[in-house]
T-cell receptor, first 111, second 112 residues
Framework: QKEVEQNSGPLSVPEGAIASLNCTYS??????FFWYRQYSGKSPELIMF????GDKEDGRFTAQLNKASQYVSLLIRDSQPSDSATYLC???????????FGQGTRLTINP | SQTIHQWPATLVQPVGSPLSLECTVE??????LYWYRQAAGRGLQLLFY??????ISSEVPQNLSASRPQDRQFILSSKKLLLSDSGFYLC???????????FGQGTRLTVV
């Protein structure tokens, strides 16, 4: 089982709709969770981080964490064409002292 | 503020040649340092990480090696490159294992 898993997509969403991205992880001791956005040919940039169960909102982005079910999700409201990118989920693996990324989900927002 | 420098931005190397990619971080002390590789259209594969000078953990057995000769310097090396070493190499740093990682601009390596 992979440490961090994402649906690779591609995920296609119409402009103005809500895009929902999901990620599951295997290590129950994981304590930190991150979402990165990566445009083609560029390095990843941090969008959000979440440490506690529940929702965390930042502008159009909402991160959701459920430690009991071992998943973390990212919602993008009012999706814009500029949101088209690959979204990477990352998890801080306790005890292993490393940050592990999922394979990423490619998101396309259609005008 | 903290910054991370990674060079070169692009590199074309023949099979069997050596490799040295360097990454330095400014504005912080004792960062966690990471080397990732990303094949075309794929996710980030963790290659090496380091929590301190001289402390290197390897994730995937391969013909690459890493060193951390100074607190804020991380080097990725190979004695003989393979075609399969082509990819986008990313250096990153974080304050701790559980804090966000910040990436350099990456090196696009093509082995021919």
């Amino acid at each position: 089982q992979k440490e961090v898993e994402q649906n690779s997509g591609p995920l296609s969403v119409p402009e103005g709709a809500i895009a929902s991205l999901n990620c599951t992880y295997s290590d129950r001791g994981s304590q930190s969770f991150f979402w990165y956005r990566q445009y083609s040919g560029k390095s990843p940039e941090l969008i959000m981080f979440i440490y506690s169960n529940g929702d965390k909102e930042d502008g159009r982005f909402t991160a959701q964490l459920n430690k009991a079910s071992q998943y973390v999700s990212l919602l993008i409201r009012d999706s814009q064409p500029s949101d088209s990118a690959t979204y990477l989920c990352a998890v801080g693996i306790q005890g292993a002292q490393k940050l592990v990324f999922g394979q990423g989900t490619r998101l396309t927002i259609n005008p | 503020s903290q910054t991370i420098h990674q060079w070169p931005a692009t590199l074309v190397q023949p099979v069997g040649s050596p490799l040295s990619l360097e990454c330095t971080v400014e504005g912080t002390s004792n960062p966690n340092l990471y080397w990732y590789r990303q094949a075309a259209g794929r996710g980030l594969q963790l290659l090496f990480y380091s929590v301190g000078i001289g402390q290197i953990s390897s994730e995937v057995p391969q013909n690459l090696s890493a060193s951390r000769p100074q607190d804020r310097q991380f080097i990725l090396s190979s004695k003989k490159l393979l075609l399969s070493d082509s990819g986008f190499y990313l250096c990153a740093w974080s304050v701790t294992t559980f804090s966000e990682a910040f990436f350099g601009q990456g090196t696009r390596l093509t082995v021919v």
